[in-house]
């Protein structure tokens, strides 16, 4: 099947592709890497009168530090978040997700701020912004504000961005002398979408974990930030018991539903083991120098 025909702009600035949207009168959709919308238009799911290209906005790209805090251009694309040595060092967690994100050739053309506009919540970098307590950085045709992942991620690719709105840059809190992260997904081959994924960020002290941030994928119409599993690990040794415990508490922040491929309760049981895993590594002190495969 091929696209509806439409027109085609491509916007030099973000105030272009504002009076583009305008002109559009909203009957539009923003192009960034085309990871997901070109197949999207291809299978007719959108046909839009006009496709305005963001792609070459320069104000959108750009990985950079100030202060305690790491700044993502939200045109970066996937395959910069593998090899940029600023995300290795400043955002690890992105670093350690990137390998699970689709294949080669859709990370050299998808972008980090593509994915999470989008918000499909089988994705990895969604999720991870919420591991990571980011704040997302918005331009619309009335002006500038930012806005937590936390909150962000509304229901099935429904999130805080208002129409017209365009996601600039996420910022990311840089990872801390006593900062651990550990991140893995379960799928049936690899590159496919995780029947279950997760992601942690925790601050130690010596052998405690003072406290933790923890992400699943793949659960839910959305990004799921596990808040009872963290309240069971905080201040705590990960014991084989604590760990236990947030295995346990996970009931309160998962409802996973039934699918064609997976029950509800297997992709539960799949979390739980995903959660053990990950907490018993980030319970070592050497999980940070544990290789990530690409």
Same mark, same amino acid.
């Given at each position: 099947m091929k696209a509806r025909a439409?027109?085609?702009?491509?916007a030099e600035t973000v105030e272009a592709a504002f009076d583009a949207y305008a002109e559009a009168d909203g009957d539009c959709v923003y192009l960034a890497?085309?990871?997901?919308?070109v197949p999207s238009l291809s299978l007719r799911l959108q046909a839009p009168a006009v496709l305005i290209d963001i792609s070459r906005i320069e104000a959108l790209t750009g990985i950079?530090?100030?202060?305690?805090? %790491?700044?993502?251009?939200?045109?970066?694309?996937?395959?910069?978040? %593998?090899?940029?040595?600023e995300i290795a060092r400043h955002a690890p967690l $992105?670093?350690?997700? #990137?390998?699970y994100v689709a294949h080669p050739a859709i990370r050299n053309k998808g972008t980090f701020g593509g994915t999470i506009a989008l918000a499909d919540p089988a994705a990895e970098f969604p999720a991870m912004t919420l591991a990571l307590d980011a704040?997302?950085?918005?331009?619309?045709?009335?002006?500038?504000?930012?806005?937590?992942?936390?909150?962000?991620?509304?229901? $099935?690719?429904?999130?805080? %961005?208002?129409?017209g709105e365009i996601l600039v840059a996420i910022h990311i809190p840089v990872f801390g002398a006593n900062d651990r992260c550990v991140f893995h997904e379960l799928a049936r081959r690899r590159g496919d979408y995780a029947v279950v994924g997760s992601g942690i960020q925790g601050t130690f002290d010596g052998d405690r974990l003072l406290s933790a941030r923890i992400a699943f994928l793949s659960v839910a119409s959305t990004p799921v930030r596990a808040r009872h599993a963290e309240a069971a690990i905080a201040n705590q040794v990960l014991s084989p018991e604590v760990i236990a415990a947030?295995?346990? #508490?996970?009931?309160?922040?998962?409802?996973?539903?039934?699918?064609?491929?997976?029950s509800a309760a297997m992709r539960m049981h799949?979390?739980?083991?995903?959660?053990?895993? $990950? $907490?018993?590594?980030?319970?070592?002190?050497?999980?940070?120098h544990e290789g990530v495969h690409a």
């Open positions: 439409f027109k085609y702009v491509r890497g085309g990871q997901s919308l950079s530090k100030s202060g305690d805090v %790491l700044r993502v251009g939200a045109l970066t694309r996937h395959a910069e978040m %593998l090899t940029s040595p $992105l670093r350690r997700a #990137a390998p704040e997302f950085e918005i331009a619309g045709p009335d002006g500038r504000r930012t806005m937590k992942a936390d909150g962000f991620f509304r229901d $099935l690719f429904d999130t805080g %961005l208002e129409p947030a295995q346990a #508490a996970l009931s309160e922040d998962l409802d996973p539903e039934d699918n064609e491929e997976t799949l979390a739980r083991v995903l959660l053990g895993r $990950l $907490l018993g590594q980030l319970g070592r002190a050497d999980c940070m």
